[in-house]
């Protein structure tokens, strides 16, 4: 098993409540053929689709699967995004649900949202405005003679489940559904760091769809990201590699698609994908 400084990593609380799909005066999204649609987005709790669902074949745009949350003071927001890590432990702590426990499964930039696996029962008892407290811990995890992965964004516990393993070059075999090559990597592009939020993959040609099997891709499914720097802010750089997870659907906007949250990154190839049909976090997390 690779060896990480996880027992040195503070875990803190950090706190949002289920937050309301926002609509505004002109409700129309235009697709990338410039015409308007109107579809369910982002935010609230989205009570037919998961993690371990498919994340492209479904009527919407920009999608969150299960409990969207947000806190409304704008720098406590950045903290519950910048600390919150896929696969901390959430719980319910106001409402009727109150006690229910679940995993974060990814942040969306832009409108800024936690998105968190609950179970249909415990979702059942939601409403707009519960509390949700999560045990944020991962943010500053490193493998032990790695210094040049940097990793983010994930629990220590999920990481470990991941099964990650050194091959005899010294580079580390991560499973994956799928590599995606840089030109596909859209909105996002640029962002001073990826230690909170996602960027998209571009969907807008159907033949790199099915060339790169895009169209098969669900919610939670890990996915290589090839010549993707990520170490600190988004860029393309030749030989760098890239890992992340699907946190959003698809969308219709020119430049968007899904949404990857990274979890590790390397300038150099430090970083392998060993294609894994269960390469997805609700296998990993039992769920």
Excluded: W
């Excluded at 040195?8 to 926002?22: A, D, F, L, R, Y």
């Excluded at 500053?140 to 990650?164: A, H, Q, R, T």
């Excluded at 909105?187 to 990826?194: L, M």
């Excluded at 996602?198 to 769809?209: C, K, L, P, S, V």
């Amino acid at each position: 098993m690779l060896k990480t400084n996880r027992e040195k990593i503070v875990m803190q609380s950090v706190q949002g409540e289920i937050h309301s799909p926002i609509v505004s005066l002109n409700p129309y999204r235009i697709n990338r053929d410039g015409i308007a649609e109107i579809l369910p987005a982002t935010g609230g709790i989205t009570y037919n689709f998961k993690i371990g669902d498919s994340c492209m074949d479904l009527v919407g745009d920009h999608i969150e699967p299960g409990v969207s949350i947000k806190n409304d003071n704008a720098n406590e927001n950045n903290a519950l995004m910048l600390l919150s890590c896929i696969g901390n432990e959430a719980r319910v702590v106001s409402g009727d649900a109150k006690g229910a426990k679940g995993y974060v499964t990814g942040m969306h930039g832009g409108i800024d949202h936690v998105l968190i696996y609950f179970s249909e029962e415990d979702m059942e008892k939601m409403a707009i405005g519960d509390m949700i407290l999560v045990k944020a811990h991962g943010q500053g995890l490193k493998i032990e003679g790695f210094d040049d992965v940097k990793c983010m964004n994930i629990d220590p516990n999920l990481f470990e489940k991941l099964g990650i393993k050194q091959n005899a070059d010294g580079i580390l075999e991560v499973p994956v559904v799928t590599e995606i090559p840089a030109y596909l990597m859209g909105s996002g592009v640029g962002s001073s760091t990826a230690f909170l939020g996602d960027y998209d993959i571009m969907t807008g040609d159907e033949e790199a769809n099915k060339e790169f099997e895009i169209y098969k891709l669900r919610f939670g499914d890990l996915v290589l990201l090839r010549d993707c720097d990520n170490t600190n802010g988004r860029q393309y750089l030749k030989g760098s590699v890239s890992i992340g997870v699907v946190v959003h659907s698809d969308c219709i906007k020119s430049g968007h698609g899904p949404g990857i949250t990274v979890i590790l990154s390397s300038k150099t190839a430090k970083i392998k994908g060993i294609k894994t049909e269960d390469a997805n976090i609700a296998y990993y997390l039992g769920v």
